[in-house]
């Protein structure tokens, strides 16, 4: 896809991020694309919602991220508003989102470019409300603790209908999560949990987090949840603590709506979206947790092997008794063309092109 406008989402803590950016815009300026640095704040200045941030920059159609996971989703929730694509450079520990190395980054450019990429779709979520969102004033100084400014609360979206007891339709777009947690440490929140419009369960517990096959390996796996491919159409609910006996993941299909409830003595309830705090429940209200028809677009250079990622990401190890037996193949897969009747699954080729090898790390 020729890139007509590229936005630049920076970790500005990172010095190789920084240097990696000046790669980014002189690719850019040789190539005569516009590139504008997006979602960037100063201290004394707010955060722009999705959809302002994304006008801001002149509605790029390519969307780079320069750090880790969080740098990842920061664009991410900037280019889901238009379809843009996103391009992650690694530069994070325990990534499942970054595609390239910083070292790559100019080769990545020109694949993308000139066609050479591929575009890889993930399923999001979305949201209703029994209200438009608020977060309460005072609370902007314990969140800046350490870290930027808080995002707004999402905008409602006016687009959708607001038929009676359907609440109001926000501008939500999460890859990871949603969670609704607990406010205050002694003071648990009580949940009325709905799955498809039927009651599953009351739940007391320190947060329920619904989530995507891309976040099953974020907050959910954190809290004993199940690892799910990202090529998974699902929507995985988790509970965080729960004071009861069932505290088992439940994993929903796709177009089964989850529905939070916040129980009349329940204490109040944090509305968080990819991590990000964006509005505060008093009980009574609820919220609606579904999956979005709007897809995220990930850039992918070469074939995705997240199963290896995931060995290398959490450092798995075979087990003592498997020792003797050696180290086993990486692949289980022959070398001679797939047969027919296994055409259809996902293997890999006998001699795929798997694209420019990675670069040397990048120097801090």
């Known amino acids: 896809m020729p890139v007509s406008r590229l936005g630049l989402v920076v970790h500005q803590g990172r010095p190789v991020a920084v ?40 509605d790029p159609d390519l969307v780079v991220t320069l750090g880790g996971d969080g740098t990842f989703l920061r664009g991410a929730r900037i280019a889901a508003k238009n379809d843009a694509v996103v391009l992650g450079v690694d530069l994070g520990k325990v990534g499942f989102l970054t595609e390239v190395a910083c070292s790559d980054v100019e080769a990545a450019l020109e694949a993308v470019h000139h066609g050479g990429a591929t575009i890889e779709e993930r399923m999001t979520l979305t949201m209703r409300a029994s209200r438009p969102l608020e977060i309460p004033a005072g609370i902007e100084s314990l969140l800046r603790y350490g870290h930027g400014p808080k995002l707004p609360p999402p905008t409602v979206r006016h687009e959708a209908s607001d038929a ?3 609440g109001v339709a926000l501008d939500v777009t999460a890859l990871n999560d949603v969670v609704l947690e607990k406010l205050a440490r002694d003071h648990q929140v009580a949940l009325g949990v709905y799955l498809s419009g039927r009651l599953l369960a009351s739940y007391s517990a320190d947060a329920v987090i619904v989530a995507t096959p891309t976040g099953s390996t974020a907050y959910s796996f954190a809290a004993g949840g199940p690892i799910l491919s990202p090529n998974t159409e699902a929507i995985v609910f988790t509970p965080v603590a729960p004071h009861m006996t069932f505290n088992r993941t439940v994993i929903a299909a796709p177009d089964e709506p989850v529905g939070l409830r916040v129980l009349p003595h329940s204490g109040q309830a944090a509305v968080s979206i990819d991590g990000q705090l964006r509005g505060v429940l008093d009980p009574g209200d609820w919220i609606g947790v579904y999956g979005s028809l709007r897809r995220l677009r990930l850039v992918r250079l070469r074939p995705t092997d997240f199963y290896g990622r995931l060995r290398d990401r959490f450092r798995l190890t075979d087990a003592p008794a498997t020792a003797l037996d050696g180290d086993p193949d990486p692949l289980w897969a022959p070398t001679t063309p797939i047969p027919p009747d ?13 694209g420019p090898p990675p670069g040397p790390a990048c120097e801090t």
Do not use: F
């Open 19 to 58: 240097q990696t950016a000046e790669v980014v815009r002189d690719w850019c300026r040789r190539h005569d694309i516009g590139c504008t640095d997006i979602d960037v704040w100063t201290k004394d200045e707010s955060r722009r919602s999705g959809v302002d941030e994304l006008h801001h920059a002149g």
């Open 342 to 354: 296994l055409a259809h699954l996902r293997l890999p080729t006998p001699n795929p092109n798997p």
């Open 164 to 166: 009676d007891g359907w």
